[in-house]
């Protein structure tokens, strides 16, 4: 009966009763809100001021649709729901919660081409780039559905005759969550999922470019028959609505994927009142090619690691630090291919927008400082395809490591070349930056490799591959300003989201 019940609202789910303004796909019938609400306490809510913001298209730059502009007073709405809802769903075992966040899967999966669709629409990467996405989140949601199984303490001895002493894990209460555009169904499963199958409650707040991700997430979640209230999802601005969620005395833990400047004052003002808090902040990754490398496959993952999902990434390469021998030959080969990309957002295309005219912008002047400053363009370097947000894969030379733009994540398809004479150089110049998340190294030397791994400052080390592409059960975060040294999925989410707490338990064999 269960499962019969559930495909009748799984069908019925996106039969929305909302303003139909967008068709995204005529086949299968997905449609984005003309205004995306919020999901409080299990229906769908406009903001108490009842203003909104716009959502623009990046591939177009027209309007796509409005999110509703939350304040503090709707951040309260949502952390009470969130708190009153948070002790019933603390009593479900955690293996039916589990069961639970399973049948959000199973919406997920039963709907993975139009969550693709909208996360398409709101980010303008291709389709299929946005399915694959979507089957990433998938896959991370199965995993913490099956962690409701294994929700491990640990039981030791005890110093004392007659005394047992064992470890055991509990929900912290409400989490804020806050998170990124750029792969916008991954940033909300890796937060959502893990969240709940430890017994917290949740307030999301979405990202203002991508707040219908966020809301087809809640509507399959409420389907399913999550509980009202233990999943809140809010839109808006950062300022407005993330921060009272950050400031909240309510919410006992805040995990937050964006950039370290965010990151910095959440830190200060989450850690002020002793909140939890896990940061997953920006990168400036470096891939460093060998002069032993196999320079097709180097050349291969360099484009994917600077370029694909147009460098919105955490884990993009950015820095691409080349052996003096091969240099010339490694750039020419990179250069040439950059040439081939194709911009636009159909499937066979490379790369598609920016995220917002704001961060093309950034980019921008970004570039053009670093070409005062005596920076070569070797390939882009401009805006391409106006009134679009799209940035021409961009690779530069000539710039000194110490350079502005040298130090700084840009979030965007630009890659910098930086020449160095042997591996101690390029180690050096690798570890030469404020940030700390991932970094990739080619060649064919198992020496270089491992000492490579060994040394890198970072969260994340990868050998003869790109610099991005972490799997939903491995921990991910970086070090220095890439976070403050929590680790995001992988079992190790389990200690953002939990509690330990220390059981000893003493008998009196007397009294048998
Ligand atoms: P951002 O920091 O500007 O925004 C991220 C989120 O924080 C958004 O939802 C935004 O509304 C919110 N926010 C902004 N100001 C806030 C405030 N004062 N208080 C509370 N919330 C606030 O980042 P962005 O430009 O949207 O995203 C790109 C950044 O995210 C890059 O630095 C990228 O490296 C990082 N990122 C990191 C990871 C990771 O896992 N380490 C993954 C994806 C993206």
């Known amino acids: ?7 009748i609202i799984y069908s019925r789910l996106l039969q929305c009763d909302v303003d139909k303004q967008k068709i995204v796909s005529l086949e299968l019938r997905v449609v984005i809100p003309k205004v995306v609400t919020n999901w409080i306490d299990g229906t769908e809510q406009t903001a108490i001021a009842d203003e909104v913001f716009p959502k623009l298209d990046p591939a177009t730059g027209e309007l796509l649709c409005q999110g509703v502009r939350s304040q503090t007073a709707d951040i309260a709405r949502a952390v009470l729901s ?3 809802a948070q002790q019933d769903w603390a009593e479900i075992p955690p293996v039916q919660r589990g069961m639970l966040l399973h049948e959000i899967v199973l919406g997920m999966k039963a709907h993975q081409p139009e969550i693709a669709e909208i996360v398409a629409a709101e980010t303008g990467k291709s389709y299929r780039d946005a399915y694959g996405e979507t089957g990433g989140a998938i896959a991370l949601g199965l995993f913490y559905a099956s962690e409701g199984q294994r929700l ?5 001895t005890s110093g004392t005759p007659n ?3 064992m470890t055991v894990r ?3 209460g409400v989490a804020g969550l806050i998170i990124a555009a750029n792969t916008p169904i991954a940033n909300v499963a890796w937060k959502v999922f893990p969240a709940l199958i430890c017994g917290n409650s949740a307030v999301l707040k979405a990202a203002e470019d991508t707040p219908a991700t966020a809301w087809i997430f809640g509507k399959i979640a409420q389907a399913a028959g999550l509980p009202p209230g233990v999943l809140n999802i809010v839109q808006g601005y950062g300022e407005e609505a993330g921060a009272p969620l950050v400031a909240h005395p309510d919410v006992a833990v805040v995990s937050f994927t ?3 400047a965010v990151g910095r004052i959440i830190q200060r003002v989450a850690g002020d009142r002793f909140a939890r808090v896990s940061l997953e902040l920006g990168g400036k990754n470096p891939l460093v090619v060998c002069d032993d490398a196999d320079l097709d496959n180097a050349v291969k993952w360099t484009l994917l690691s600077a370029f694909s999902n147009a460098g919105q990434r955490c884990a993009s390469a950015s820095r691409i630090i080349i052996f003096d021998a091969v240099y010339e030959e490694f750039r020419d080969r990179l250069v040439e291919k950059t040439k081939q990309l194709k911009i636009g957002t159909q499937d066979d295309d490379d790369l598609g927008p920016v995220i917002n005219e704001s961060q093309l912008q950034n980019m921008l002047a970004a570039v053009a400082e670093a070409k005062a400053g005596g920076a070569t363009i070797l390939v882009g370097g401009e805006r391409v395809n106006s009134p679009g947000f799209y940035m021409a894969p961009t690779l530069l030379e000539n ?5 502005e733009i040298s130090q700084c994540e840009l979030f965007g398809p630009i890659a910098i070349l930086y020449r160095v004479k042997d591996f101690a150089e390029a180690l050096a110049l690798a570890n030469d930056s404020p940030y700390g998340l991932t970094a990739s190294i080619h060649t064919r030397s198992l020496h270089r490799a491992v000492r490579f791994c060994e040394k890198v400052q970072a969260g994340v080390a990868v050998v003869n591959a790109g610099t991005y592409g972490s799997e939903p059960h491995m921990p991910f975060g970086g070090l220095k300003r890439s976070g403050n040294g929590t680790r995001e999925p992988g079992t190790e989410a389990i200690d953002v989201y939990s509690e330990l707490k220390d059981i000893y338990i003493n008998i009196d064999p007397n009294r048998l």
């Open 170 to 172: 509990q929900p912290l």
């Open 82 to 84: 969130a708190k009153l």
């Open 399 to 403: 710039v000194p490591p110490e350079a």
């Open 258 to 260: 964006g950039s370290t």
């Open 163 to 165: 005394k047992y002493a």
């Open 152 to 156: 491990y303490g640990r039981t030791t």
């Open 1 to 7: 009966m269960k499962v019969i019940w559930q495909n």
